[in-house]
Antibody, heavy 119, light 116 residues
Framework: EVQLVESGGGLVQPGRSLRLSCTAS????????MSWFRQAPGKGLEWVGF??????????EYAASVKGRFTISRDDSKSIAYLQMNSLKTEDTAVYYC??????????WGQGTLVTVSS | QPVLTQPPSASASLGASVTLTCTLS???????VDWYQQRPGKGPRFVMR????????SKGDGIPDRFSVLGSGLNRYLTIKNIQEEDESDYHC?????????????FGGGTKLTVL
């Protein structure tokens, strides 16, 4: 069974950093691209970015709203995807979800981790 | 990039049917759209992908046969038959656009389905 568990969320001050983790199980992690999404309180879904598998270069793409501030990485030996968030803003407050990408379909999502950016 | 539009709310009685609509902006009639169900307090759950020819690929894990999709013109529909209490959820539609550094995933605002 595919399982994705996000962790690392919490309360952080504006301008500070936070790193989220997405621990995967139930599949060969290294074979898949992984994506991050977020959902601000009471709002809709927003794509954050994704990382390709090593077979496709392990490169990343980001939404314009986070480009230059957020970095996605992966450790295939541990089956973990990371979302490093720097220079956080209050508008980054959201529940952050990781997903597995299969043929462009985001078929499996985690339960999310809440990030609150506030002074 | 496309804009996806969803009505903010819908309602249906227990056991009835309801059709939710996701409308693509002009010029994007060939786009496929993904439907997601999000129960209160939970993460999104992939329902299925829909194009103008109907379902694309397979349904998400555990999605019952009561859920079906159609696509026509700029509209992508999700129909739920014999509505159950557990179907009360927010339903989001999303679509990929572009490639490489121009890649983006766009979403509609979501439709809150209330089961009466």
């Amino acid at each position: 069974e595919v399982q994705l568990v996000e962790s690392g969320g919490g309360l952080v001050q504006p301008g500070r950093s936070l790193r989220l983790s997405c621990t995967a199980s139930g599949f060969t992690f290294g074979d898949y691209a992984m994506s991050w999404f977020r959902q601000a309180p009471g709002k809709g879904l927003e794509w954050v970015g994704f990382i390709r598998s090593k077979a496709y270069g392990g490169t990343t793409e980001y939404a314009a709203s986070v480009k230059g501030r957020f970095t996605i990485s992966r450790d295939d030996s541990k089956s973990i995807a990371y979302l490093q968030m720097n220079s956080l803003k209050t508008e980054d407050t959201a529940v952050y979800y990781c997903t597995r990408m299969v043929g462009g379909v985001y078929g499996h999502w985690g339960q999310g981790t809440l990030v609150t950016v506030s002074s | 990039q496309p804009v996806l539009t969803q009505p903010p709310s819908a309602s249906a009685s227990l056991g009835a049917s309801v059709t939710l609509t996701c409308t693509l902006s002009s010029g994007y009639s060939n786009y496929k759209v993904d439907w997601y169900q999000q129960r209160p307090g939970k993460g999104p759950r992939f329902v299925m992908r829909v194009g103008t020819g109907g379902i694309v690929g397979s349904k998400g894990d555990g999605i019952p046969d009561r859920f079906s999709v159609l696509g026509s013109g700029l509209n992508r529909y999700l129909t739920i038959k014999n509505i159950q209490e557990e179907d009360e959820s927010d339903y989001h539609c999303g679509a990929d656009h572009g490639s490489g550094s121009n890649f983006v995933v766009v979403f509609g605002g979501g439709t809150k389905l209330t089961v009466l």
